[in-house]
């Protein structure tokens, strides 16, 4: 079984900096795209940014410049740096995955999700 562990999130002030960690554990074969997405009350949920498993990463245009999604392999996990955050940024962040747990057996997964609030 495949699990996505969220980590990361919090208060912080308008301006302000927060790194966000997604750790896949289980019997996982291969990891192929990553992605962040959040979902604000009353709004429809978006992706934020996503990396393929060789590199290449997308983001939406409200958040280019102030977020960088990384990955390590090794330890199948994906990061969303967030900088210069904005209130309109508050939202439940939550990581999804498309892996491969045997070479044709593959899936998306998601996280729980995790609370980022931005408010002075």
């Known amino acids: 079984q495949v699990q996505l562990v969220e980590s990361g999130g919090g208060l912080v002030q308008p301006g302000g900096s927060l790194r966000l960690s997604c750790a896949a554990s289980g019997s996982i074969y291969r990891i192929h795209y990553m992605g962040w997405y959040r979902q604000a009350p009353g709004k429809e949920r978006e992706l934020v940014a996503g990396?393929?498993?060789?590199?290449?990463?997308n983001y939406v245009d409200s958040v280019k410049g102030r977020f960088t999604i990384s990955r390590d392999n090794a330890k199948k996990t994906v990061y969303l740096q967030m900088d210069s955050l904005k209130p309109e940024d508050t939202a439940v962040y939550s990581c999804?995955?498309?892996?491969?747990?045997?070479?044709?057996?593959?899936?998306?997964?998601w996280g729980q999700g995790t609370q980022v609030t931005v408010s002075s």
């Open positions: 999804a995955a498309h892996v491969c747990v045997t070479v044709l057996n593959c899936d998306e997964y």
């Open positions: 990396v393929t498993s060789a590199g290449p990463t």
